[in-house]
């Protein structure tokens, strides 16, 4: 293999078929490809064509046949305070009852099984149950309540769905199933089953024909064997729902040869993790992030993975440091705003176990400080590596190849280009590719995307062409909706996103989403939501809205009693997570003479910056009535 950076992504680019047969040999193939690469259809590619897989073979049994006692699965919840270790060949055996259960419900290849969870065991039992089976997992990330979570049910169309009785944050107990009970009124289509896991942290009802207790079938079918089944390459593995510029989440959907032979490379290159070890990410498995390093990168590696309920600071923010020297943890991955919120805390807390384990910290999500990146650096004595992706990527776009060449990260970048990846900045009006450093342009990636990254939006080709291949004039070239600049040294720079995507805590969420939950409130007219910056979370969202009846909030009193309700309103449908920090009331929302809504200049007010010349603005009183609010608001 190759033994710089340079020429291994040179390599990927000039010869990818070269380069990615060789990267393949990193899985095991039931039936070896015929191709490569199908590039017949653009913007569509087919990766290793003819060949057939199953990811949960790689990702356990393959393991568990040579090494059955090494540790696969280690959980910890400092929640409900306990810790278990699975090994592969007890995680097979995990995943076997699971998929044996879902079976017997009448789950097969192609089917949708949604998984509602908090961060316990049963939800990497219940992905890996179905990649097991071929059955496509769509798992919605446990802060979603359930008008969101009725959205992505009606897309997926599940035939079952896995949930549990409650998740804990902060030592609050979650319950999920009243959420989901609604969601499930809510939506137009009815699962026929819910397996529900009963944690015993809060009492739910039981819906008669349709709620299934997960742990009666486990002991009835625990022992049974169900072998993997055999797909092709380019089968539907999963699909992970994503904000974009509209209020409907589009269903990324990935395959699973391809997305197989990606997570192994990049634990290879990138990550330098090896198998035997043991990698943390701190992330969830409602996310990207949790979907290919928390289950099935680390795994497909041989690793094990430490998947954490909890947060950073309870019982201590030590806590993650006690796990990386009580598990002996090489690889960590985790966001900037954990590491935010640790520095918030005592010190002491980052010396006080032995971290000689730890080999480096990537962290990924959303922009990386140079003052947090120094402080963490500094704090923990290792190599703290920035890596830049996507939903739809699936895995590091920008970051460094530690596993190829040891490179010093810079501050502020996330780094340089990963094997595959055509990377672009493009002129925003022309299209024209920007070729002289140190210009800003929109940050894109040429035909075809590598393997790993999204198939298509599920269910809906025609919108994945036009979201993502048809913005950018006269050109079909990938669009990631950031802005971004390369220097002289070729490391690029991310400077925010072009869309109306925001970014809090790492989360990424749609402000129309938000808009037309708040805008469903029938004291409202219209609402215009912004990300706005934050010291602590990178962005928080805030709401503007023009009342029916303005006499609503003629008082601060009033104004304050329908903002509560309006707050409540965001919990109960979307979650905590989609929460804005403020509601604000105007008179009217700043647009164009078009009548087109200018989230950018409400955002640059908010931020005390100018808003530019971008406004041609129909009625100026708008953005100096959200001046006022923003300067008085103290
Ligand atoms: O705007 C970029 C930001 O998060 C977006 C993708 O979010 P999501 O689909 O949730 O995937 C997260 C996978 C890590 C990007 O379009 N973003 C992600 N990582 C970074 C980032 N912005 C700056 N620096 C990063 N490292």
């Known amino acids: 293999m190759t033994d710089s950076y340079a020429a291994m992504y ?49 990702a356990v049994d393959r393991h568990a046949a040579t090494r059955p006692g090494d540790a696969a699965l280690i959980w910890v919840s400092s929640e409900v305070g306990q810790e278990r270790v699975y090994t592969f060949s007890e995680l097979q055996a995990e995943v076997e009852v699971m998929a044996a259960i879902l079976a017997g419900q009448g789950v097969r290849a192609g089917d949708r099984v949604l998984i509602y969870l908090p961060m316990i065991p049963e939800a990497a039992f219940a992905m890996l149950a179905c990649a097991r089976l071929g059955a496509v997992h769509s798992v919605v990330f446990g802060g979603f309540a359930s008008h969101a979570l009725a ?92 904000s974009g510029t509209t209020g409907r989440p589009k269903g990324v959907q990935r395959d699973v040869g391809g997305h197989a032979v990606a997570l192994a490379t990049s634990m290879a290159l990138i990550y330098d993790g090896r198998a035997g070890e043991t990698f943390f990410s701190t992330s969830d498995i409602g996310w990207v992030v949790g979907h290919s390093y928390i289950v099935y990168g680390p795994l497909i590696a041989g690793m094990a993975t430490l998947m954490y309920e909890g947060t950073p600071v309870s019982p201590d923010a030590a806590v993650w440091w006690r796990l990386v020297e009580q598990y002996r943890v090489t690889v960590m991955f985790s966001a900037p705003t954990a590491v935010r919120v640790l520095k918030k805390q005592d010190p002491a807390c980052l010396t006080r176990h032995d971290l000689s384990s730890l080999r480096a910290l990537f962290l990924a999500g959303e922009p990386l400080d140079e003052p947090t ?85 599920w269910r809906d080709d025609e919108r994945f062409v036009r979201t993502y291949w048809s913005s950018v004039p006269g050109r079909q070239v990938y669009s990631t909706f950031d802005w971004a600049l390369r220097d002289e040294d070729g490391y690029y720079f991310i400077l925010g996103r072009s869309d109306d995507v925001i970014n809090v805590a ?90 087109k809504l200018l989230r950018r200049a409400i955002q640059a007010v908010c931020e005390q910056r100018d808003p530019g010349d971008l406004i041609t603005l129909d009625d100026p009183a708008a953005l100096q009535q959200i001046r006022e609010l923003v300067a008085g608001a103290g």
């Open 151 to 242: 959205n992505r049910i009606d897309d997926a169309e599940p035939v079952l769905i896995v949930s549990a009785d409650a998740g804990s944050r902060n030592g609050r107990i979650v319950p999920y199933k009243p959420l989901l009970d609604e969601a499930i009124r809510l939506a137009a289509h009815k699962p026929a089953k819910v397996l529900m896991i009963d944690r015993g942290l809060s009492p739910f009802g039981r819906v008669a024909d349709r709620d299934l207790d997960h742990a009666a079938l486990r002991e009835r079918l625990w022992g049974t064997r169900v072998p993997c089944e055999w797909l092709p390459s380019d089968a539907i593995s999963y699909t992970l729902y994503t």
């Open 10 to 58: 040179r390599r990927s680019i000039d010869d990818p078929d070269g380069f990615w047969a060789e990267q393949a040999r990193r899985i095991d193939w039931e039936r070896p490809f015929d191709q490569v690469c199908d590039t017949s259809h653009p913007p569509f590619a087919r990766w290793f064509v003819g060949g057939r897989t199953n990811l949960c073979h790689n």
């Open 506 to 595: 790492g989360h990424r969420l749609g402000t129309r989403e938000i808009e037309e939950c708040i805008a469903g409130h029938p004291a409202v007219a219209e609402v215009a939501v912004v990300g706005v910056a934050d010291a602590l979370k990178g962005q928080v969202a805030m709401a503007f809205a023009v009342l029916k009846d303005p006499a609503r909030a003629a008082t601060p009193q009033a104004a304050l009693a329908l903002e509560g309700e309006i707050l409540k309103r965001v919990d109960q449908q979307l979650g905590a997570v989609a929460r804005p920090s403020r509601v604000r009331f105007v008179q009217l929302l700043p647009k164009t003479r078009s009548g």
């Open 373 to 457: 990146a120094r402080w963490i650096a500094d704090a923990i004595g290792k190599p703290v590596i920035d890596n830049y992706w996507q939903t739809e990527t699936g895995w590091p776009i920008l970051t460094l190849a530690r596993g190829v060449e040891p490179a010093a990260p810079k501050f502020g970048s996330p780094g340089v280009p990963m094997p595959g990846y055509r990377v672009q900045l493009l002129d925003e009006q022309t299209g024209a590719v920007l070729e002289a450093p140190n210009q800003k342009g929109l940050l894109a990636i040429a035909y075809p995307l590598p393997p790993g990254c999204m198939q298509t939006v």
